[in-house]
């Protein structure tokens, strides 16, 4: 996966890891992100960094909901400086989603996704890929395979 710099154009490989219990707690006031992470603690938090970093870009909280053979997106977040038009870094919510996509598939899910989005950042998502069902947003089959493509490269398979 690659996390690009936008002010100079310097592709860098990224890394999505999984966040030790412990480690969302400490994440409360946490300047970097909006978000009061800590209230994710009980379930899976992903954290996607530069290859060799300590510096978190973006967050994911997912939990696994087998009897509908889907992921849930609980809360997604990209740090203060890489979110708008001055971002220094981007592919950070893509590569995300396209992680959570993959593991969709790894699990027989057919990469099926699914979070609740804020009202007025629905055209963000779509722009993903996701389709509206209901109040929640979806993505899978093709339309996961398409963003694990673009964001975790050829190299990834399903």
């Not at 209230?39 to 696994?64: F, H, P, Q, W």
């Not at 979110?83 to 969709?104: P, R, S, V, W, Y």
């Not at 996701?130 to 979806?138: D, P, R």
């Not at 993505?139 to 673009?150: D, V, W």
Request: glycine content about 8%.
């Amino acid at each position: 996966m690659k996390i690009i710099n936008t002010r100079t154009n310097k592709e860098y490989v990224g890394e999505i890891e999984k966040v030790k219990k412990s480690d969302v707690r400490k994440l409360k006031g946490n300047k970097d992100f909006s978000f009061d992470w800590s209230l994710e603690a009980e379930n899976d938090v992903y954290k996607v960094k530069r290859e060799g970093e300590n510096e978190t870009l973006g967050l994911m909280s997912i939990s696994d909901i087998p009897k509908e053979k889907r992921i849930h997106i609980n809360l997604i977040e990209v740090s203060k400086e890489n979110i708008g038009k001055g971002k220094k870094f981007k592919n950070i919510t893509g590569n995300l989603l396209a992680f959570a996509c993959k593991m969709a598939f790894k699990k027989g899910y057919d990469g099926f996704l699914s979070l609740l989005p804020k009202s007025k950042i629905v055209v963000v998502y779509i722009a993903y890929g996701f389709k509206a069902f209901g109040k929640n947003l979806a993505i899978f089959m093709t339309a996961a395979k398409n963003l694990i493509s673009k964001y975790l490269g050829d190299d990834e398979e399903v």
